[in-house]
């Protein structure tokens, strides 16, 4: 039901920031939990940060924990993720996706996904 598209990746140098965006289509939004995975050359695709549907409770990933902060406006239909003090260890492709509605971690748990923006930290 539900198509994610991201956008808002690049090429920077280490300690630079970006903001990703991930617009949601199809479906209603608000009732969504949204969270933002990546995956890195030659490695498993792992968590990085979610924001429940209804108490607003986030989780976020101890490798960019305080570095990173997501955020939501479902009025626009977009879920956020920014990104400062990057590292060349960021480097990955990001990608955006939709849980029945609470915070979880679990990749399994998401049932839309979006294509993927590329992020490229160089040192």
């Known amino acids: 039901q539900v198509q994610l598209v991201e956008s808002g990746g690049g090429l920077l140098q280490a300690g630079g920031s970006l903001r990703l965006s991930c617009t949601a289509s199809g479906g209603t939004f608000s009732m969504y939990g949204m969270g933002w995975f990546r995956q890195a050359p030659g490695k498993e695709r792992e968590f990085v940060s979610v924001i429940a549907r209804y108490s607003g409770i986030t989780r976020t990933a101890d490798s960019v924990k305080g570095r990173f902060t997501i955020s939501r406006d479902n009025a626009k239909n977009t879920v956020y993720l920014q990104m400062n003090s990057l590292k060349p260890e960021d480097t990955a492709v990001y990608y955006c996706?939709?849980?029945?509605?609470?915070?979880?971690?679990?990749?399994?748990?998401?049932?839309?996904w979006g294509q993927g923006t590329q992020v490229t930290v160089s040192s």
């Open positions: 996706a939709a849980n029945p509605g609470f915070g979880t971690t679990d990749e399994k748990d998401y049932y839309y």
